[in-house]
């Protein structure tokens, strides 16, 4: 594994390649990840995209990237990636290209693709060893179509196709271990609110090769129910409290990057978001806190053990 | 014929090697699995300098296949039925990257109920998507069309990937002479494939495939998808004339058979029109003036072709192994809807459906049919659409029902 550079705010990049004016809600989150992303990334990668919130941002004739795009389907972008990666690799190993031309091959799916109908795709990807980076901004739940709940919803939570008064009714699927169980080069989890911990987690994918995910939790305003401008806020207490632990798997091993000191209550990130209204109006709900708040508490448990 | 012995699959296999393709994503299905098992055995050994990957689904298959074409190198795949309806999604999609390629479908009956055998739905279902469509009646077609395919989705007046169809068992398993043409040959009629201004690279990039908003953009494209494949059959006609030139065989976008002096003919697809020109040397020998028209082309639909086959003809059978489920045949329908409005059209245009789920269909059926068009031509009353299907196999069905009655009331 390489040594990064990115230690400080001041080691970020200065120069910033995502155009602005896209589609994207204000205080997107995931947006907001894809922009420090794709300063560490650079303008050589072919974004291959699934249908998604992401979708919007490549739009005839404008796109804000200054490197290419394809998009394919919700469920395969992972084999567009595969068919990109191929033929560059054929077109290198026959020296009909030079390899100034080559590109990274960039997944990039919202949750609704990564953690349930691409994710045949992405096993079948990762199982073939593919050399490609899946970024998947998670904002937990089918944003573009207006926030319907999603494998990657979490406990409780109010979405347009959970209206009862305890929510949705599943749990948060472990993406992060379906990807480590298929032992591949490098997963980590992400957030925007914490760019120097995102920055030098990119640096780290660039430098390996295989199969790579990064996770990226994507506070999203218009789905989650809170001002855009709180968007930094919500997302620096899904990491505070607990809620989004961030990690990387790397050699076998997973390792937490920041572990939160003294965790906050998931009160305090609950409490920002319209969509965990009902846990404390009309009257609170202490079970449901309790249970969410068990749920990290175990989780912190395990993870120092 | 000289040659060497090969199946269908075999055909196909052998005209990917001989198309010098760089890049194979795969996936196996019956009764397609020869070709990608052939391929894979010469990618192994190092007979075919191709990369081959399997994927997890046709659905992936097609997306690696149009996004490899979408970088800039030239990709063969296959697939059958339930694959290629389970791909439909990209099949669709990939016609608007406007990317070329060459898909061979082995066509097999789609579910429900579940078949291994023969018949042109699936390849129907593909239809509207914007591919190419080549039909093929023997293995050396097979070969040949795919050489063919490959001029043709690649030519700059139309970049639109291309379906190459045999019929499964029919042509897939079935081993016929085939002219093995060289290498040499093969590379002077297609060049090493130059992607042009297809290609992802880091000092040109583009955008593929993006979103657009509103139904004037969106049309924009659609329309030009279509006039491109409507430029294809033009191209077609040229590269098949330069094809017959290097290789002395004709593949004309319709293929004729005994028409020019006939009364009436049969209008068939693919490998059961084999079948049909032998019931019509029979026919002829019993004095009856019949011949074959068989499209080589599904699509562009080589309206011309057709019209000028069957014009001044009293009748046209069109037989129909595919049931659009309450209309009927569907190259029927779409062979009336060139022949509309033509001076000297034939009056009687019959439907017939048969060959489903790799049914025959016998001698005798195509003699009745020509009985039928004859009482039909001498009456001026055309019989509603018939699905071919005998009073024996009806017979067989009800005691197979009969059989498993009895069983079931034992088990009771």
Same mark, same amino acid.
């Given at each position: ?37 794709? =300063? ?6 072919? &974004? $291959? ?14 796109? /804000? ?23 560059? =690799? $054929? ?41 490609? $980076? ?19 919803? @979490? ?9 009862? /008064? ?7 699927? =472990?993406? &992060? ?13 992400? $957030?925007?609110?914490?760019?120097? =911990? ?12 295989? @199969? ?8 999203? /305003? ?5 001002? /855009? ?30 572990? @939160? ?45 | ?5 090969? !199946? ?28 990608? *098992? ?32 979408? !970088? ?27 990317? %070329? ?103 040109? %990039? ?27 059959? *033009? ?23 005994? !028409? ?42 080589? +309206? ?6 069957? !014009? ?21 329908? +779409? ?29 005798? +059926? ?29 017979? +067989? ?11 079931? *009331?034992?088990?009771?």
């Amino acid at each position: 594994m390489k040594e990064t550079i990115l230690k400080r705010m001041k080691d970020l990049p200065s120069v910033h390649l995502l155009g602005g004016g896209t589609a994207m809600c204000a205080g997107c989150g995931a947006l907001g990840a894809l922009h420090e992303i794709y =300063d560490v990334l650079g303008e050589k990668t072919v &974004f $291959i995209n699934a249908a998604g919130c992401m979708t919007l941002l490549a739009n005839y004739p404008f796109t /804000p990237f200054r490197g290419s795009w394809l998009y394919t389907a919700m469920a395969s972008a992972p084999a567009g990636a595969q068919g990109v990666r191929d033929a560059l =690799d $054929i077109l290198l190993e026959q020296k009909r290209i030079s390899s100034d031309e080559n590109l990274e091959a960039v997944v990039l799916t919202g949750d609704g693709a990564a953690y349930g109908m691409g994710l045949s795709a992405t096993s079948g990807a990762i199982e073939r060893g593919l050399d490609f $980076i899946y970024l998947c901004y998670d904002n937990e739940g089918y944003g573009n179509t207006g926030q319907q709940f999603s494998a990657a919803t @979490p406990h409780a939570a109010r979405t347009s196709t959970s209206t009862g /008064p305890a929510g949705y009714s599943g749990y948060k699927k =472990d993406l &992060f271990a379906i990807w480590a169980a298929h032992r591949p080069a490098y997963v980590a989890t992400v $957030i925007g609110a914490e760019p120097v =911990d995102l920055s030098r987690k990119i640096e780290t994918a660039r430098s390996l090769k295989g @199969p790579r995910l990064i996770l990226a939790l994507a506070p999203c /305003p218009t789905g989650w129910g809170y001002d /855009p401008e709180l968007s930094i806020d919500v997302g620096k207490l899904a990491v505070q409290t607990g809620i989004w632990p961030l990690k990387e798997y790397i050699d076998g091993q997973v390792q937490h990057t920041k572990v @939160p000191k003294a965790r906050r209550p998931v009160e305090d990130y609950l409490r920002l978001q319209g969509r965990f209204a009902h846990l404390f109006e009309p009257q609170r709900q202490d079970k449901l806190i309790d249970e969410i708040q068990g749920r990290v508490d175990a989780y912190w448990q395990n993870a120092a053990g | 014929m000289s040659g060497r012995l090969l !199946t269908g699959n075999g055909a196909a296999a052998w005209a990917a090697r001989l198309a010098h393709v760089d890049y194979v994503p795969a996936f196996p299905i019956t009764p397609q699995t020869e070709i990608i *098992e052939t391929i894979s055995r010469w990618t192994d050994s190092g007979e075919m300098p191709a990369r081959m990957v399997t994927l997890e689904s046709e659905h992936s298959m097609l997306t690696a296949a149009g996004a490899a074409a979408a !970088t800039g190198v030239r990709v063969f795949t296959a697939t059958s039925s339930q694959g290629l309806l389970y791909a439909m999604e990209m099949i669709y999609a990939v016609t608007g990257w406007r990317v %070329p390629f060459v898909l061979v479908n082995v066509s097999r009956g789609i579910a429900s109920p579940v078949t291994l055998e023969s018949d042109h739905n699936d390849i129907m279902a593909a239809r509207d998507s914007g591919f190419l469509q080549l039909h093929c009646s023997t293995c050396q077609e097979v070969l040949d069309s795919i050489l063919l395919a490959y001029r043709l989705a690649e030519h700059q007046r139309v970049r639109l990937p291309a379906i190459v169809n045999l019929d499964g068992f029919y042509l897939s398993f079935t081993r016929e002479a085939v002219d093995l043409p060289d290498a040499d040959t093969v590379r002077r009629f297609l060049k090493p494939y130059d992607p042009e201004n297809i290609k992802f690279r880091a000092s040109q %990039p583009v955008s593929q495939a993006v979103a657009v908003l509103g139904g004037s953009q969106y049309s924009y494209f659609r329309y030009e998808i279509h006039l491109a494949a409507l430029n294809a059959i *033009e191209v077609y006609r040229e590269i098949a004339a330069e094809f017959a030139d290097l290789f002395g065989r004709s593949y004309e976008a319709v293929e004729t058979y005994r !028409t020019e002096d006939a009364n009436i003919v049969f209008l068939m697809l693919g490998s059961f029109a084999t079948k049909g020109k032998d019931a019509v040397d029979r026919l002829r020998d019993g004095g009856a003036n019949v011949g074959l028209v068989r499209p080589r082309l599904l699509r562009p639909f080589p +309206e011309d072709e057709i019209r000028r086959a069957v !014009t001044g003809k009293q009748a046209v059978i069109v037989i129909d192994q595919n049931l659009s489920m309450g209309k009927g045949g569907v190259v029927h329908a +779409e062979t009336a809807s060139v022949l509309y409005g033509i001076p000297d059209a034939p009056r009687v245009l019959l439907s017939f459906i048969g060959g489903l789920g790799g049914r025959d269909i016998s001698a005798e +059926e195509f003699y009745e049919m020509v009985a039928i068009a004859e009482q039909a031509i001498a009456s001026g009353d055309t019989p509603p659409p018939r699905l071919l299907f005998t009073e024996d196999e009806l017979r +067989e069905i009800r005691k197979l029902q009969a059989v498993a009655q009895v069983e079931r *009331e034992e088990l009771l």
